[in-house]
């Protein structure tokens, strides 16, 4: 670097300080443009990293959406553009994403699919000046200002299937073990207090670092001499796989029972059918669940992708409810006014791939399912009709 | 004595022995041919693919082996003679072109599996008794052949001809081409020895683990830290490099909790980097 450039002249300061004037305007100037045209869904799903296997059904799901929609005449008239964005990623880079999606392409809304922490990041970066519909499995209390949750609740995944375990099943001593960040943590923290109102008690508590190269064989020796009835969990992906076949590995599967909180077809490809005896899962949408709903989606769905349709499961399915949820609630508002949306909100009905919802709270009550694994099939055992979220947010 | 310690005692044991093995492929490359192989891990991976694909064809087990010497030997051979051979002595270089091939071959591996979870099941199931406690046949019996598998290359590289004229090669590159050997050919087949190593690494944890395209992840940094501990060119030093990361970890997450044990890894390989570089045992 030669010395003339050691610092900002007054002339490439006065630039750029031009430059960021028009920078500025611009957003204002391109968005009367935009309105008329596209209705623009920026979808956030993992399309990198360790849980870019759900990409595919993601954005598979989200594009059945939004060709139905766009067929029956889109949003207030205008076709639906889906903007898949990557959130598989480090937070960081998912809100760098957003901060594009709002400024360069004036996105009307967000659709999320992707972990707590990022969403946790999301909500701070759009910070509700564009609707943020969140659509998997997450750990309860989310209420930030325009930001709408379709996502299964700890009231809903855990309360019912653990009362049912420990009464049915007899399960009374729970040992815990997650990934170390805030669903896992956020989750234990309800699941404790379900455990103690069906009068039964934690072993232990205990996480692995996320994203480390996790392995399980000096844990599962642990839970095996601790002896608890059940195990909670709250491992994602990888680790649970990994978890689950050293569990069964070690031969624990035969006594101890398990539920996984986020036990979705992938997974259970991964954990095989040598490791899924004895093993539960708590989830609103599996892709062999009964009714008509799910049977019209899975037509629609295979129809569409044929034999190469990515695997269905809960992560992916729940971009179509999403996508549907954003159609309703721009609908219902006349727009995407923030203020509009909030109270369009209460009691907006949708559909979604397991059938037809209502959101109070900005929150999806809904009917839930408890299955058990058989090889690598889930088996539903019993179904909980329209659970509440238990997380109503006031206005 | 308590069963529980009698088992944890094992997992160290199955810990540092297995660790032993998936690194044996990367001090063969790393610590021999001075090259920073990055790409160590998805030799791994394509190792267990190989296991999934013999078991998916209806084949036994026993026939993974093969088919990874072949794979892994092919490509091997192919990467060291295209981008390697240019590179040698140029470790950053090296560091930087199989970063390239380590992401060139997970996404080969994803147009041809995809993403999803394959599981390779396990082919002795069960567990016996051993001491009082029960532990998995299959990782007892890893333990056995990772221990088998150390003590033979030890014994070859120490007494065959080829083993001497393979030190001869690492001291002095120069002199050994003027004694006749060939060392372009001599470092190739080095090479090919290596991933091979890493494959068979792969098909023997391929039904304990996850098999997907980013699983060679979990393993390039441990492995790198045996070496970084243990110090390079040197059995020896590959085995003090196992017994400490793998020990340190199992014995850490046995007596604590898991995130400690990967704590004190890190920790641990921070503190040799930053006050024994060249490792337990230096290359003497």
Same mark, same amino acid.
């Given at each position: 670097?030669?010395? *003339?450039?050691?610092?900002?002249?007054?002339?490439?300061?006065?630039?750029?300080?031009?430059?960021?004037?028009?920078?500025?305007?611009?957003?204002?100037?391109?968005?009367?443009?935009?309105?008329?045209?596209?209705?623009?869904?920026?979808?956030?799903?993992?399309?990198?990293?360790?849980?870019?296997?759900?990409?595919?059904?993601?954005?598979?799901?989200?594009?059945?959406?939004?060709?139905?929609?766009?067929?029956?005449?889109?949003?207030?008239?205008?076709?639906?553009?889906?903007?898949?964005?990557?959130?598989?990623?480090?937070?960081?880079?998912?809100?760098?994403?957003?901060? %594009?999606?709002?400024?360069?392409?004036?996105?009307?809304?967000?659709?999320?699919?992707?972990?707590?922490?990022?969403?946790?990041?999301?909500?701070?970066?759009? @910070?509700?000046?564009?609707?943020?519909?969140?659509?998997?499995?997450?750990?309860?209390?989310?209420?930030?200002?325009?930001?709408?949750?379709?996502?299964?609740?700890?009231? *809903?995944?855990?309360?019912?299937?653990?009362?049912?375990?420990?009464?049915? %099943?007899?399960?009374?001593?729970?040992?815990?073990?997650?990934?170390?960040?805030?669903?896992?943590?956020?989750?234990?923290?309800?699941?404790?207090?379900?455990?103690?109102?069906?009068?039964?008690?934690?072993?232990?508590?205990?996480?692995?670092?996320?994203?480390?190269?996790?392995?399980?064989?000096?844990?599962?020796?642990?839970?095996?001499?601790?002896?608890?009835?059940?195990?909670?969990?709250?491992?994602?992906?990888?680790?649970?796989?990994?978890?689950?076949?050293?569990?069964?590995?070690?031969?624990?599967?035969?006594?101890?029972?398990?539920?996984?909180?986020?036990?979705?077809?992938?997974?259970?490809?991964?954990?095989?059918?040598?490791?899924?005896?004895?093993?539960?899962?708590?989830?609103?949408?599996?892709?062999?669940?009964?009714?008509?709903?799910?049977?019209?989606?899975?037509?629609?769905?295979?129809?569409?992708?044929?034999?190469?349709?990515?695997?269905?499961?809960?992560?992916?399915?729940?971009?179509?409810?999403?996508?549907?949820?954003?159609?309703?609630?721009?609908?219902?508002?006349?727009?995407?006014?923030?203020?509009?949306?909030?109270?369009?909100?209460?009691?907006?009905?949708?559909?979604?791939?397991?059938?037809?919802?209502?959101? %109070?709270?900005?929150?999806?009550? @809904?009917?839930?399912?408890?299955?058990?694994?058989?090889?690598?099939?889930?088996?539903?055992?019993?179904?909980?009709?329209?659970? @509440?979220?238990?997380?109503?947010?006031?206005? | 004595?308590?069963?529980?310690?009698?088992?944890?005692?094992?997992?160290?044991?199955?810990?540092?022995?297995?660790?032993?093995?998936?690194?044996?492929?990367?001090?063969?490359?790393? =610590?021999?041919?001075?090259?920073?192989?990055?790409?160590?891990?998805?030799?791994?991976?394509?190792?267990?693919?190989?296991?999934?694909?013999?078991?998916? =064809?209806?084949?036994?087990?026993?026939?993974?082996?093969?088919?990874?010497?072949?794979?892994?030997?092919?490509?091997?051979?192919?990467?060291?003679?295209?981008?390697?051979?240019?590179?040698?002595?140029?470790?950053?270089?090296?560091?930087?072109?199989?970063?390239?091939?380590?992401?060139?071959?997970?996404?080969?591996?994803?147009?041809?599996? =995809?993403?999803?979870?394959?599981?390779?099941?396990?082919?002795?199931?069960?567990?016996?008794?051993?001491?009082?406690?029960?532990?998995?046949?299959?990782?007892?019996?890893?333990?056995?052949? $990772?221990?088998?598998?150390?003590?033979?290359?030890?014994?070859?590289?120490?007494?065959?001809?080829?083993?001497?004229?393979?030190?001869?090669?690492?001291?002095?590159?120069?002199?050994?081409?003027?004694?006749?050997? $060939?060392?372009?050919?001599?470092?190739?087949?080095?090479?090919?020895?290596?991933?091979?190593?890493?494959?068979?690494?792969?098909?023997?944890?391929?039904?304990?683990?996850?098999?997907?395209?980013?699983?060679?992840?979990?393993?390039?940094?441990?492995?790198?830290?045996?070496?970084?501990?243990?110090?390079?060119? $040197?059995?020896? =030093?590959?085995?003090?490099?196992?017994?400490?990361?793998?020990?340190?970890?199992?014995?850490?997450?046995?007596?604590?909790?898991?995130?400690?044990?990967?704590?004190?890894?890190?920790?641990?390989?921070?503190?040799?980097?930053?006050?024994?570089?060249?490792?337990?045992?230096?290359?003497?």
């Amino acid at each position: 670097m030669s010395i *003339q450039n050691q610092g900002p002249t007054r002339r490439t300061l006065l630039g750029a300080a031009a430059a960021g004037a028009a920078l500025g305007t611009l957003p204002g100037l391109i968005r009367p443009a935009a309105a008329a045209g596209e209705f623009k869904i920026g979808l956030f799903a993992a399309l990198s990293g360790p849980a870019s296997l759900f990409g595919p059904t993601q954005k598979a799901c989200a594009e059945l959406a939004t060709e139905e929609i766009n067929k029956s005449g889109g949003i207030l008239g205008r076709q639906i553009k889906l903007i898949p964005t990557d959130a598989g990623g480090p937070p960081a880079e998912s809100t760098k994403s957003a901060i %594009r999606l709002m400024l360069e392409e004036n996105v009307d809304m967000f659709v999320g699919s992707h972990d707590s922490a990022t969403r946790e990041a999301l909500v701070a970066t759009i @910070k509700g000046k564009v609707p943020y519909i969140y659509t998997p499995v997450y750990e309860g209390s989310e209420c930030a200002f325009n930001t709408y949750v379709i996502a299964d609740t700890p009231e *809903q995944q855990i309360r019912p299937s653990v009362a049912f375990m420990m009464k049915d %099943r007899g399960a009374k001593s729970v040992y815990l073990i997650g990934d170390d960040y805030v669903w896992p943590r956020k989750c234990n923290e309800q699941a404790k207090k379900y455990i103690a109102e069906n009068g039964g008690s934690v072993v232990a508590e205990e996480y692995v670092p996320f994203g480390a190269p996790n392995k399980f064989e000096e844990i599962v020796t642990r839970i095996k001499s601790a002896k608890p009835d059940m195990v909670l969990i709250t491992l994602v992906g990888a680790d649970n796989v990994n978890f689950n076949r050293t569990f069964a590995g070690f031969g624990l599967d035969k006594d101890i029972a398990r539920l996984s909180l986020l036990l979705e077809e992938n997974t259970l490809l991964g954990i095989g059918p040598d490791s899924s005896s004895n093993l539960f899962s708590s989830m609103s949408y599996f892709a062999n669940a009964p009714g008509e709903a799910n049977k019209k989606f899975k037509a629609a769905y295979f129809a569409k992708f044929g034999d190469k349709a990515p695997q269905l499961g809960l992560i992916g399915a729940d971009c179509y409810g999403g996508i549907y949820c954003a159609q309703a609630l721009a609908t219902k508002a006349g727009g995407t006014d923030a203020k509009k949306c909030m109270a369009a909100s209460e009691g907006l009905t949708f559909p979604t791939a397991a059938g037809q919802v209502t959101m %109070r709270g900005r929150h999806v009550d @809904k009917t839930m399912f408890l299955a058990t694994c058989k090889g690598t099939e889930f088996d539903i055992i019993k179904t909980f009709d329209d659970v @509440k979220s238990g997380d109503e947010c006031k206005a | 004595m308590d069963p529980l310690i009698v088992t944890q005692a094992i997992n160290v044991l199955y810990g540092v022995s297995t660790l032993a093995v998936l690194a044996l492929g990367l001090a063969v490359i790393f =610590g021999l041919l001075g090259v920073l192989n990055i790409a160590h891990g998805e030799f791994i991976m394509i190792g267990a693919y190989c296991a999934y694909v013999a078991q998916a =064809g209806g084949w036994p087990y026993l026939a993974a082996l093969p088919l990874t010497l072949v794979v892994c030997g092919i490509l091997g051979a192919a990467v060291e003679w295209i981008m390697i051979r240019p590179l040698y002595r140029r470790p950053f270089d090296t560091l930087v072109a199989t970063w390239g091939l380590s992401l060139l071959l997970r996404k080969i591996a994803e147009a041809m599996f =995809g993403l999803g979870f394959r599981s390779v099941s396990i082919p002795l199931p069960g567990t016996v008794k051993l001491l009082g406690t029960e532990y998995p046949i299959y990782r007892l019996l890893l333990i056995a052949i $990772s221990l088998a598998v150390v003590t033979a290359l030890v014994i070859w590289y120490g007494r065959s001809r080829t083993g001497s004229r393979i030190r001869a090669m690492v001291s002095n590159p120069e002199l050994a081409q003027a004694q006749g050997i $060939s060392v372009r050919r001599l470092a190739a087949g080095t090479f090919v020895v290596g991933t091979c190593l890493a494959g068979l690494g792969g098909v023997m944890v391929a039904p304990l683990v996850p098999v997907q395209p980013f699983m060679g992840l979990d393993y390039v940094l441990r492995t790198f830290f045996v070496l970084i501990v243990g110090g390079l060119g $040197s059995v020896s =030093g590959l085995l003090s490099g196992a017994v400490a990361i793998g020990g340190v970890d199992s014995v850490i997450s046995a007596a604590s909790n898991a995130a400690n044990g990967y704590f004190a890894v890190l920790g641990l390989a921070i503190l040799f980097l930053w006050l024994r570089p060249r490792g337990i045992v230096a290359r003497g």
